[in-house]
């Protein structure tokens, strides 16, 4: 279980700066336009055989028929999977927030100060008054109480899934 825990301090920044990255894109999203979607069915292909039975094509007439939905459909379907891949990111990196706050008061701050704010450990060394060998000591039994809080957590979600 450990190495989920390592894995959660290690991507961090990185789920930090996707989650930041989706909210720009959500407050700033202006979707694919009515132009793109035209082009989009104009240069596509009917699959299958056809049959033309007049010189005159309705590709035109089906595309002024059905474009304006496709759009707005397109637009929703991105922004709906934007919303669920921010609120999933968000919700793990709230709970790792919080699982942090909630170990020992000794570590947590310690903890805190490693894995969010990213201070590196000669940082840590002069801030917390403690030398290199405590911080791995800290670290170490830091992670064995994330550990169980995520444990505890993943119990949870079974039973409530499970219920």
């Not at 109480?145 to 219920?163: F, G, N, S, T």
Request: hydrophobic fraction near 40%; charge should be negative.
């Amino acid at each position: 279980m450990s190495e989920r825990v390592e894995r959660m301090i290690k991507e961090y920044p990185s789920m930090v700066m996707e989650r930041d990255c989706l909210r720009h894109q959500l407050a700033n999203f202006q979707g694919i336009t009515e132009e793109e979607v035209i082009d989009s069915m104009t240069f596509s292909s009917p699959e299958g055989e056809r049959v033309q039975t007049s010189n005159i094509t309705d590709k035109t007439a089906s595309i002024a028929i059905s474009f304006r939905d496709r759009v707005h459909r397109i637009n929703r379907d991105w922004i709906d999977h934007l919303t669920v891949k921010l609120l999933a990111l968000e919700e793990e990196i709230d709970f790792f927030h919080s699982a942090i706050r909630a170990i020992s008061p000794e570590l947590a701050p310690l903890m805190w100060d490693l894995t969010v704010e990213r201070l590196t450990w000669d940082v840590v060394e002069a801030k917390h008054h403690v030398c290199r060998a405590t911080i791995g000591k800290y670290r170490k039994k830091a992670i064995c109480e994330l550990d169980a809080l995520y444990a505890a957590h993943d119990k949870e979600m079974a039973d409530y899934i499970l219920r």
